[in-house]
């Protein structure tokens, strides 16, 4: 009975035990231990005779209980790594340094004399809390601003939130945050500097609000900043009934949505969700005591995979700020996601993008797929009636208005983006149908705009879609490689231009898109091997954040010419005047970092074709001669290093290394041939590349053959794994951070099938062959391209780096790989560190910082000198 009471309390969360002096007490202590990176609480349970009085002197203890106290203290774990304690200061200062996310330029009124308002989001790494602060700091700017120092706002955090969207006038703001438990979002709508009002948005209206940057980017305001439409979880159209003492009785049911889960419910003051009838919805459980239920888990849904688990289908919702109701947008196609918004200039309609949730051009697999960083997804613009106008009923009648698909008379299998131009009679928007037609998950985007006259989403809905911009093949010289952005700003078009970032090679530029196609893209960035990327347009200026591997973001300005939008501008650093000089150390690296671009051609007999590809080596200016060397592939492979400030590719020159990373053939920005140059030869065009940039890298005198490493990640970590098993003697040591290691593996876990395909056969045979079970030559063919085919040659020490969340490259792709490593008679020293919490980037602040001193005690170890 005695041991069924304790063991009872136990089970009770530890009450409170009443126990008499001269009985034995129960001693209840926890203590933790580690296990695989999570904390478990383990519950000593024991007795002891307390004294009769709480005045006893100090209890004595046995010397059996000192020698146990020493044994616990030898057995303590070593850290590891170890001796690393200057590199981690340097890394923790390099992880201070905020950067640039986004900025709003807002003029107050047309009067000269009235300055410009700057506001300025940044984010900066709370490792301590494993998460990212958030901020705002706020500039009045001059009208003639020529670079003095100005005066910020004392900066303010933004706390929890998920979503900040000013209006185009800059009069209103809406401010998403988390909801809690009982509610999904809490809306506030800021205007005339204070809370207008707060909104707490019911789990049964929609989920979790996206602003994921592909789904949504923010918010859209109608016309007249009367609403405001954004993207949602749809709510629930499945739930299992409440169990628990026959709850589903009592259970209040709550009607209403259609068969695709769409609501028509709206919010009010109290935020409580409001029928259709204008009744509350408020259910009988809040009536008298209820007895404690509990729901089931429910039929599988699908989601969007890699960073979408969980989630539901985004779908579209109408804040109206005149009666503070949120409804639902309805009319959309069924087994389709939505998002994208804006609205029409009428301020009747909102135009979206739509994503069917089986893919058409893989019509031979059945499943949703991934879509982050998957730009191959078919899409297409569709017009809706916005909530609650004559728009939205058909007639008299009460049943909705479906949506308009816009690109129905288009060959486009991608639509996205869409933006109106100023005076509303043309639609503007991107594609990606490269991709989509060839299978590569990023292709080079193309520009089109559809008519948009008195008639609207009809007229448009008729028409066929006019190529503003081309896909650019393969580029003359240095000249224009085509496009390579996803998104565009708010109100992109100046002057009947489309102002937006792009990738012109390996660096980052602004350009200008002529609307009409009449003359060439022009370049608004000078060319001084700086990366920039696009902030905002508004009220003449241009805003824009500029940065280099040896200089961090920094905030720049451009006014906007009157006439002819054409050649760089004019560019003015901001500074503030209370500015603080980095860490001393951080600035001593900075400034010892020389970056160069070489130039390559592919080693002839190398298959892919002779399409031109460049490396970017970064290196310590002031080392004396060769250094030791780390091979830097990007991931993707459908992407590219540009030459913009990052975290390792700035701390790893100031211990010493320097860096190789090759743009190798199928890299972004150089024209779409060079990207077509790799499908069908992965594992080889690749990773002849690689190498040839580390001979021209050894031929300049600039790195030490005899010490040489790879880092990759993703793909990168797929080229790493070749390059150690294919070239054994180039290398001794390898990171290998989420790595594609067997597609015979990863072709049944991941997300992204698709690529298994494209990349092993190429393109065409790759969506000849897809299919939902692969043949066993395709496995023979996904085995053969793979590094673990070459795993019986490793001879580098290998570092892995996993996140136990990866859904783009689940971790028992590496696990496998690990294995057979360690089945060699000769294995080579291998280490694996898992990161439970972690997805496939490996991008929480903790994760991040671990990772990166890791390398450097790996570097540190592996390649010194012998």
């Known amino acids: ?222 016309p007249d900043e009367q609403r405001v439409a954004y993207v949602a979880e749809a709510p629930a159209d499945v739930q299992t009934p409440l169990w628990g003492n026959s709850a589903s009785a009592n259970e209040d049911k709550i009607s209403g949505g259609d068969a695709d889960g769409n609501r028509s419910g709206a919010v009010g003051d109290d935020g409580q969700e409001i029928g259709a009838d204008g009744s509350d919805k408020k259910g009988k459980a809040d009536e008298g005591a209820q007895p404690k239920t509990w729901r089931g888990v429910g039929t599988f849904q699908e989601d969007w995979g890699e960073l979408n688990t969980g989630k539901r289908r985004p779908a579209l919702f109408v804040l109206d700020t005149t009666s503070w109701h949120v409804v639902g947008v309805q009319g959309l196609p069924p087994g389709a996601t939505a998002g994208q918004p804006v609205w029409t200039p009428s301020g009747d309609a909102l135009v979206c993008v739509v994503w069917p949730h089986t893919a058409p051009n893989f019509p031979a697999l059945p499943q949703r797929l991934g879509i982050v960083y998957c730009f191959n997804r078919p899409c297409a613009l569709y017009a809706v009636a916005a909530p609650g106008t004559s728009a939205e009923r058909a007639g008299d009648s009460d049943e909705v208005c479906e949506a308009v698909r816009l690109t129905k008379h288009s060959q486009l299998q991608s639509a996205f983006a869409p933006r109106f131009v100023p005076g509303g009679d043309q639609l503007v928007f991107l594609s990606q149908h490269a991709a989509c037609v060839s299978g590569v998950h990023n292709g080079t985007t193309s520009v089109h705009s559809l008519p948009w006259r008195q008639n609207g989403a009809a007229g448009a809905a008729e028409a066929e879609a006019r190529e503003v911009l081309a896909v650019v093949a393969s580029p003359q010289g240095d000249g224009f490689p085509g496009l390579y952005t996803v998104g565009l700003l708010p109100q992109p078009i100046v002057g009947g231009r489309l102002v937006t970032h792009t990738q012109w090679r390996d660096v980052g530029a602004i350009v200008a898109v002529d609307v009409d196609g009449a003359s060439p893209p022009g370049r608004l960035t000078p060319q001084d091997g700086n990366s920039w990327s696009l902030l905002d347009c508004q009220a003449g200026w241009l805003v824009a954040v500029c940065s280099s591997p040896s200089s961090p973001p920094a905030l720049h300005l451009a006014r906007l010419p009157e006439g002819t939008l054409e050649g760089p501008l004019q560019w003015t650093a901001v500074t503030a005047s209370d500015s603080i000089d980095f860490d001393p150390a951080v600035c001593a690296a900075l400034a010892d970092i020389q970056v160069d671009t070489l130039q390559l051609r592919p080693e002839e007999g190398t298959p892919g074709g002779a399409v031109p590809f460049e490396a970017v080596v970064i290196r310590p200016a002031s080392a004396q001669g060769p250094c030791p060397g780390i091979v830097l592939p990007h991931g993707g492979p459908h992407s590219a290093y540009v030459r913009s400030y990052m975290l390792p590719t700035a701390f790893l020159p100031a211990l010493g290394y320097a860096i190789i990373a090759p743009n190798f053939r199928g890299s972004t920005g150089y024209g779409e041939d060079c990207i077509q140059a790799l499908p069908g030869h992965a594992g080889s065009a690749d990773v002849a590349d690689c190498m040839a940039a580390l001979h021209a890298a050894v031929d300049r005198g600039w790195v030490d053959p005899e010490r040489v490493a790879i880092v990759g990640g993703s793909h990168g970590g797929f080229l790493a794994g070749h390059l150690a098993g294919q070239h054994p003697g180039s290398f001794r040591a390898a990171v290998l951070r989420n790595p594609v290691l067997d597609l015979s593996v990863m072709i049944h876990l991941s997300d992204i099938p698709d690529w298994c395909y494209i990349e092993a056969w190429g393109c065409q045979e790759g969506q000849k062959r897809m299919a939902a079970r692969p043949s066993a030559e395709d496995l023979e063919r996904f085995r053969a391209v793979s590094p673990i085919a070459h795993a019986h040659a490793v001879k580098a020490a290998m570092l892995f780096m996993l996140g136990a969340k990866d859904r783009r490259v689940p971790l028992t792709d590496a696990q496998l790989y690990v294995r057979a490593l360690a089945a060699r008679g000769d294995a080579p020293e291998a280490r694996t560190i898992v990161f439970p919490e972690d997805t496939h980037a490996l991008d929480r602040p903790q994760t991040e910082f671990e990772q990166w001193i890791n390398v450097a005690a790996w570097l540190k170890t592996h390649l010194a000198k012998n």
């Not at 580690?34 to 024991?46: E, K, P, W």
């Not at 057995?75 to 981690?88: C, I, L, T, V």
């Not at 601003?145 to 209006?167: A, I």
Request: aromatic share 6%; hydrophobic share 40%; glycine share 8%.
């Open 1 to 222: 009975m005695r041991y069924s009471c304790a063991a009872a309390a136990l089970r009770c969360h530890l009450p409170l035990l009443r126990v008499s002096p001269q009985s034995p007490a129960l001693l209840i202590a926890p203590a933790f231990r580690s296990c695989s990176g999570r904390q478990q609480l383990n519950t000593a349970v024991g007795f002891a005779h307390l004294p009769a009085r709480s005045t006893a002197a100090v209890p004595r203890y046995s010397s059996r209980s000192v020698t146990a106290a020493a044994h616990r203290t030898a057995m303590a774990p070593k850290d590891e790594p170890q001796g690393m304690q200057s590199e981690a200061a340097l890394l923790e200062a390099f992880g201070s340094l905020p950067t640039i996310s986004g900025a709003w330029l807002r003029a107050s009124g047309n009067q000269q004399d009235i300055p410009l308002t700057l506001t300025v989001q940044s984010v900066q790494r709370n490792v301590s809390a494993n998460a990212q602060r958030k901020f705002l700091t706020t500039f009045s700017l001059p009208r003639e601003y020529g670079g003095q120092p100005l005066q910020p706002t004392f900066p303010v955090e933004l706390k929890d939130v998920l979503l900040l969207s000013v209006s185009p006038s800059g009069s209103r703001t809406l401010v998403v945050r988390g909801g809690g438990d009982k509610a999904s979002a809490l809306l506030e709508v800021w205007g005339g500097g204070r809370l207008l009002r707060e909104l707490s948005v019911p789990t049964t209206l929609h989920g979790a609000v996206y602003n994921d940057g592909w789904f949504a980017a923010g918010a859209a305001w109608s």
